[in-house]
Structures are given as C-alpha cells and as structure tokens.
C-alpha cells in the first residue's frame, strides 16, 4: 500500500518551495507599493479612452475575431480524427497510437504566439500565420480532450456495432460520438474564448490582428487609445462570452429552444464561420524559399546541446527554472486573489447588484490579453521576473473567477442552510459549509491554471518580463535554429513533466477522496 504524506508536512514542503521560488524571481511588494502612482496614472490616462481611434481599431479587431472563430471551428473539428487514432480502446497500430500522442504533447507545449511566429516562417505576415497558429493550438489541445474522453465512455454500444458488422467511423458517430458530444462542445467553446485573447496579441510577431496596434500604442504612451483598443476587446470577448455560456447551457440542456431557434442558431454560426474563413486573407509566401525551410529543418533537428550545460543565468537550466518559479508564484497569488471575488461575484451569497459589480470587474481583467499585462507591469517595475508574476497573478485572477464562480453556482447549498439556522455567520459558514465541497475544483482548477501560466510564463520574455522567452524570440529573429530546437526541446521536457505531476497528484487526490 502507497503511503500518503501527512498533510502538514505536504503544505510545510510547498510553503518552502513557494517561499523559494517568490525570492528567486526578485518579488518584492514594496516596490511595487512604492511605484503604485505609476499605475494609477496609466489608468487614468486610459479612461476616458480616445473614441475617435475606434475607426483604426475596428477593422484589426474583426481580424482578431476572424482568426479565432476560423482557427477554432478547424482545429476543434479536425481534433476527432486524430482523437479516434490516439484513443486506446478504438482500433488501429499500437506504434501510430503513440507518435501521434507523443506529436499532440510536443505542440501542447508551445503557446500559440510562439506557433504563430513559426508560422510566419512559412507563410508570410499576416492574419493567415495568425489563423494557421490558433488551428494547430486548438487541434492540440482539443485532440488530447477528446481522445480522454473517448477512453472513459463506455464501450459496450460501440463493441455491439462493431459486432453486427458496422465500420468503425459508424460506430463512433452512433456510439461513442453521442457521449462525449456535450464535453466536446464545452471545450470547444471555452477554447474560443481563450483564443479570442490569444489572436489579440498575434500581431505582436506579424501574425495580424490588433496586437501590434496595442504594443505600438502603448511603447508610444498613447494610453489614451489603449484604453479604446481595450474597451472594444472587453466588449468582443463579453459578446463571445455571452454566445458560449447561451450554446454551452443549450449543449448542457439546462435551457431549451424551440426547433426554428435552433436552425436559426445553426444558420447565424455557420454564417459566421463562412464569413471569417471566406474573407481571410491569402497567405504571403514571397519571402518563403525552399533554403530556408531546410535551415529551419536542420536547425531543429541538430540542437545546440550545448546550451543544457551552461550553468550561468543564460544557460537553459537557469532560464527554465526561472520560467518554472514566475509560473508557479504567480498562479498561488492569483488563487489568493481569486478565492473571494468568487463568492463576491456569485449572488448566492452577495445581493445581485454586488455580484454584478464583481463579475463584470472580472470580466474586465480577464478580457485583456496576458501579454498586454505584461507590457503595463513593464511601466510599474521595471523588467524581470516580478513583472512576469504580477502578469500571471493578475490573468490567473480573471479565468479561475470563472471556473471558482461556476463551481459555486454548483453548490449543494444545505449545509451552508443549517448552519445558517444555527445562528452561524457568514464566514464560519463558508468556512465549514462551502469550501468543503469545492476543494476538488479549486484543486483541479489551479493545477490547470498553472499548467496554461507555464506556457504564457515562456513568451513573457518578449516584453522583458523573465524566463525563457526572451531567448527564445531572439533566436528565432536571428535564425539560429539549433539554439531554438535546444530551447523548444529543453521547453517540452519542462512541460511533460509538469503534466506528470499534475496527474500524478490528480491520482492521489482522487484516491485519498475515494478512501474518505
């Protein structure tokens, strides 16, 4: 029988590793108390925004939106393919089952700026790299969603049609398909809202969209137009918001339509899948040669080993860890944070006009793309790793409110009842009436959290906020691709091994609850 460790010495050992990893990235809260005005003046100089650049901004924004509806609808559909090939108990060679496994958690690895200045590599500036980069990084991540979910349906209807003489693709969509298609559809469109910040910040590296418009504005302090830049953003990803909670709740059942509102629902998505894909501009492939596409080649497959043997602060051990420390503070900050403007947001336990003041404030933090953060904390600090914590503090604090609030909204709300008739109050009974029963999803919550602020945690380096990804970008600018293949491999070991952990840990707490 395994052997648990005690609970107290578990939260000793990651109290020292947190302590750790927050004086290894430079953190200091007095600095930023001290330069706090800095802040404040940025705020002020946003709002109120300058409204006649909302000309300039709209027609980059429909890019932004073109990019991330087209990349989303390709990549997620064509992740059920490659998921019925990587699922275990579906039929097909052991060997291709694994290489495309092994192929899925290799661009899982890589956040989607990163793919999409690769992409630009090999098809040009422009808003089509930008789509190309968020279809590979949905495909990825919706491939390994779905082919989870298929090993954990059940098998017995698919067996019985495949015994009658069905193929194995009828199978599937009579079977198996029905099952997962409400999961599917869920992540699916929680990825189209994530990629709506993500295809933000693409223009950053050429790859269309608003994102060089925004680092142009505010290198320039034109803060003023940042703050219209932002304002349009909050209201697209709150429209994109709204339409994926209304299609999750319909997937879900909890809200019911009328046949001619689901045609006409069907009608307006595919109306705009067709408009965002049929209006994409066509790649540029000028600048592509068949010489530098088999530099890129070589380089990848020759890395600088190199560089895993320096031990200085640019050595890739040092940057790797440091990547790591910046990740791994800023999602605990952001959980602190996060816990109680989740119950603030949630009109379970506030009054509605309360709730509503707190969810759209989250709203507002999470609509802003972490790299714009970034650029911000920048201003603040000065550049360093406490610039690449606060930014992954403060976007942490966004998207765990709204995996916290929707856990709350599931609440069994009884015992926090009787306690209440207890004459308890209100914080001893969240204490020991709520929190109970949401520690699952809290858990399950940050290990993912963290899982996404290791790969931001890896571009940051881009606006001088620490880790690997400063390194990263100059050697792709500069065409050294063995330093790029050293680092992309050394980036992906990182990677794998955080997502060990993270199950490992899943695995025990799941035991441990189940032996409770």
Known sequence: M??????????????????????????????????????????????????????????????????????????AVLSVPAAMVCAAPLPGPRAIKKLLRFCIQVLRSFPALILALLATFFLGIGAFAGTAA???YTFAIMTHLTYEDMENAPLGPYTALRAMGATSVRAFSRSIFPEIAPSYLTNALYLLEGNVRHSAILGYVGAGGIGLLINEKVSWREYGKVGMILLLLFVTVYLMETLSTLLTRLVQQEVTLGRAGRWALAGAAGGLFLLCTLTLPPPDLSRTSLRMVRALLTGILHPDWGLFFQTDSSGLAYLLLETAAIALVGT???????????????????????????????AAIRSVP??????????????????GVLTLAV????????????????????????????GVTR?????????????????????????????????LGLAGAGGIGAPLIFAMNQYAWSDVSAIFLGFVLLVWGIDVGSARLRHRRSTAAASE
């Open 332 to 362: 605990c900050v952001g959980v602190v944070l996060a816990i109680p403007l989740a119950f603030l947001g949630s009109g379970r336990f506030f009054p509605a006009p309360v709730a509503w003041l707190f969810r759209t404030l989250v």
């Open 395 to 422: 976007c942490s604090v966004g998207l765990l409110c709204k995996r916290f609030s929707e856990a709350i909204d599931a609440l069994d709300l009884r015992p926090c009842l009787a306690l209440e008739a207890m």
């Open 2 to 75: 395994r052997r648990h460790i005690p609970r107290p010495l578990a939260v000793a050992a990651f109290g020292v590793l947190f302590l750790g990893a927050a004086w290894f990235t430079g953190c200091d809260l007095t600095l930023l108390w001290s330069r706090r005005s800095h802040l404040t003046d940025i705020a002020r100089e946003m709002f109120p925004p300058e409204w006649s650049f909302a000309g300039k901004v709209l027609p980059l924004l429909w890019i932004t939106v073109q990019m991330s509806v087209t990349g989303t609808v390709l990549g």
């Open 370 to 387: 972490f790299l714009i953060y970034g650029l911000i904390f920048i201003r603040v600090c000065g550049p360093g790793s406490f610039t």
């Open 427 to 459: 914080l001893p009974r969240i204490r020991h009436g709520v929190l109970p029963q949401l520690s699952p999803q809290l858990f399950s919550a940050t290990l993912y959290r963290f899982d996404v602020n290791i790969r931001e945690a890896s571009v």
């Open 134 to 136: 968020i279809t590979v």
